[in-house]
Structures are given as C-alpha cells and as structure tokens.
C-alpha cells in the first residue's frame, strides 16, 4: 500500500504561481512512478503531468507544457507539480497518483490515489 496526499492547493489570481505537493507514505515510494491528474466540475478526469520513479523522464499535456513543472524528491517520499502562469481553465481539483509501471495518462493504470486538492484561478 502507499497513501498519498496532496496539499498546496489554493486561490490565485490568473497569471499566479502555485506549488502542489504529494507526501507519499507506505511502500518504498521510489519504486513507483507518479501521475498527476486533475478534475474541474461537470469534466473527466484529465492527465496533467507525470514522472518515472527516478524523475529522469517527465511527461506533460499539451495544455500545461512549458508552464507546469514536475519534480520529486525520493528521500523526501515527495513528489512537487509546480504551477506557473495559471489560467482560469486550470481550475480543478488535482490529484497525485501512484503505479509500478508507468504509463503516463492512463489513470486506470494507477493503483493509488490521494484525496485531491483544489486549485482554483480567478480571471
């Protein structure tokens, strides 16, 4: 088992910064490569951005490329999504997602979830 939980969500202004965080605890969290996925009311669930269990390769979608940030910190068992430049359309709850086998935007592939954090830009 691994839990997860995120924190760092809030209320910014468009244009604004936010820093999203993924404490994970239980297995060894350096096994696992990490997803971060994002909801908005009334939408599926979307992919944002993932990592392999090393950091070494990230993935983005197209909608946060060049604006969103992912990293981790494995001796920290943290995974950070760095938000920068942010649109009203980012508004979502964000969720942080961990697999053995990462396939990046595939949210059936992650086994573990955290309970989200809710992002919400203002225009």
Do not use: H
Not at 89 to 117: F, H, K, M
């Amino acid at each position: 088992q691994v839990q997860l939980v995120e924190s760092g969500g809030g209320l910014v202004q468009a244009g604004g910064s936010l820093r999203l965080s993924c404490a994970a605890s239980g297995r060894t969290f350096s096994n696992y490569g990490v997803g971060w996925f994002r909801q908005a009311p009334g939408k599926e669930r979307e992919f944002v951005a993932a990592l392999s269990w090393s950091g070494g390769t990230i993935f983005y979608a197209d909608s946060v490329k060049g604006r969103f940030t992912c990293s981790r910190d494995n001796a920290k068992n943290a995974v950070y999504l760095q938000m920068s430049s942010l649109k009203p359309e980012d508004t979502a709850v964000y969720y942080c997602a961990a697999s053995r086998t990462l396939i990046p935007g595939a949210s059936s592939n992650y086994a573990y979830w955290g309970q989200g954090t809710q992002v919400t830009v203002s225009s």
